[in-house]
Each structure stands twice: as C-alpha cells, then as structure tokens.
C-alpha cells in the first residue's frame, strides 16, 4: 500500500512559522525528498515553474527540429501534465486531497505554461526555418 | 553581424513584438506596484485573505472523532470565515481596479501602436493549422487564405499571458490562491491591467 502524507503538514507549517510569521526558507533538497512536509503554496509555486521550464524546453525543442502539426500540441499537454503527475505522486509521494485534489495540482501554471510553448514554439520555428 | 543575421529573416518582426511586450509587462509591473502593491491597504487585504484562506483549511480538516458532535458550531464558523474572506477578496479586486486604470491605458496604446507597426503583416508562422476559433485572432487582418500565418494580436496575446504571468508570480504580485476568481485558468491579474 503506497505511503500518504497525513494532514499533519498543517502542523509542520505551524511549526515552521518564526516569530515574525513567516515561513522557514525553501530547501532545494526538498525538490526531491518524499519527507518533506510541504505548504500549499510551495508546492503550488513548484508546479508552476516546473511546468514553464518543460514548456520553454519543448517549445525550443519542437520548434529547432521542426516539429509541425496540431498532435504535437496535444503530445506537449499530455508531457507535461504527466511529469508534473509523475513528480507530485510518485516522487513527492504527497496526498493530493491536501492540497486540493488532482485537478488543483494538474491546473497550477497551466494557462501560462501552455502560452509559453505556444510562444517559444512559434518564435523559433519562424526565425529559424524561413 | 547580428543585426545582419536579423534583418535577413523572414519573420524578424517578432522579435520586435516580443521586445515590445517584455518592456510593456516591466512597465505595467512597475505602474501596479506604485499605485497597487506598495500601498498599506493591498498589504492588509493581502494578509487578510492569506489568513482567512489558511485558517479554512484547518477548520475544514475533520478531526473524525468528534465530527458528528462539533459538527453544527464548526460548520457556522466556517460559513463565517468564507464570508469573510469573499468580502476582502471583493474589496481587493475594487481596489485593484480603481488603480488599474493607468495600466490598461498602456496597454491600449501599446497595443495602438503594434497595430499600426504591423496591421496587414504576418510576423510569424504557426507551426499548425488552429481551431477556427483561435483563427479569429492568429489570422486577424491578414490577407490571404493561409491561416498558419500569424497576426501581430495573437503573437501579442501570447506574450502578454506567459511573460506578465510569469513576472507576476516571480514578483509576488500574483493574486493570494485563497481569493475568489482564481479559477481553473489563472490569467495574469486582471485588476492590473
């Protein structure tokens, strides 16, 4: 049975909290540690910037090769949301009931994440093969 | 060489849009946070929100021991908590847009300006053919029946949502999680522009 963090990173943030309010600083090596108690934010803000940088690197990526076609936008939806997945899930190993469920977490960055594979896609295939 | 290389591609005009959106979100970021977000009220709305926002999701977390018996008094402070953090969102989105005026009139004339520079002119190509829903912008004044051109207004739009998104959020500008109106799509703020 797969190991689910519990309610208690209500606590951990508590504990966290310092005098003046504010939370502990981020530690890299929690990028990666299934034992680290995340906030809701964090974890948000995580999502967020690991979607734009998969969108910046495919849409450079799909626009060197070229790659040309609508499937190819769908393929990058699907990459991406299942990485992202795959990270909160599988590595993080974090209880999406949490932070809102499976749709809040896929949904973070989303939209911007999209317009900027639209855009780093569109930019490089038109400068660079025409 | 460089501007050689430049002047040579086809499409070169957008990089020049995309300049021009980059310099517009620094301005418009800079305009929000003298009017907006250096102010002593968005900080208290702020904090309001992030406050309530948290405090609403310990009290919705159900100790399953005692649910049925605290049940009743819980579920009246929550519904009061809600109330009041819609009310400071509200009260935070009117007060983004009494201030926003000044941002949206950049934006206008930026986007004035782009379209004088560029109306009529494909300044990339899209690698596909869009939904015709989309067509209504990506092919907006342009000629001809080749719809992977791309129009200036789409290119721009494309711009303004990842680059002022993403600034945002570097920033700390982006909206509290807990306001209402963050909705499956989060745009960039609104308010703001």
């Excluded at chain 1, 990666?32 to 995340?38: E, G, N, Q, R, V």
């Excluded at chain 1, 896929?106 to 025409?130: D, K, R």
């Amino acid at each position: 049975m797969r190991e689910r963090k519990s309610v208690k990173f209500n606590l951990q943030q508590q504990q966290q909290e310092d005098q003046n309010g504010h939370l502990s600083p981020f530690k890299l090596a929690n990028l990666f540690d299934p034992d680290a108690s995340w906030d809701k934010d964090q974890l948000g803000d995580i999502l967020h910037w690991i979607r734009q940088a998969l969108a910046l690197i495919c849409g450079l990526l799909w626009g060197a090769i070229p790659l040309v076609g609508g499937i190819w936008f769908l393929l990058f939806v699907v990459l991406s949301s299942g990485i992202i997945y795959g990270y909160y899930a599988l590595i993080l190993k974090v209880d999406e009931e949490d932070f809102g469920g499976h749709g809040a977490l896929l949904q973070e960055g989303l939209f911007a994440s999209v317009s900027l594979f639209l855009l780093a896609w569109i930019l490089v295939y038109s400068l660079a093969h025409f | 060489m460089s501007s050689t290389l430049v002047s040579n591609m086809k499409y070169s005009d957008s990089l020049t849009v995309v300049g021009i959106s980059i310099c517009t979100a620094i301005v418009c970021e800079a305009i929000s946070w003298l009017l907006i977000y250096r102010t002593s009220s968005y900080k208290s709305l702020k904090s309001t929100i992030d406050k309530a926002s948290k405090k609403l999701e310990t009290m919705k977390t159900t100790d399953p021991n005692t649910a049925t018996t605290i049940k009743k008094s819980k579920t009246k402070k929550i519904d009061r908590v809600e109330s009041s953090l819609k009310e400071s969102s509200r009260d935070l989105s009117m007060f983004k847009f009494k201030s926003g005026g000044v941002v949206a009139l950049v934006l206008f004339m930026v986007f004035g300006l782009l379209n004088s520079l560029f109306e009529g002119k494909a300044v990339a190509k899209i690698p596909f053919v869009p939904i015709k829903l989309v067509q209504k912008m990506s092919h907006r004044g342009l000629s001809g029946d080749d719809m992977t051109d791309c129009s200036m207004a789409f290119l721009y739009f494309l711009c303004s949502i990842s680059i002022r998104t993403n600034l945002q959020k570097f920033l700390g500008f982006s909206p509290p999680r807990g306001a209402a109106g963050a909705g499956l799509f989060p745009m960039p703020d609104p308010k703001s522009n």
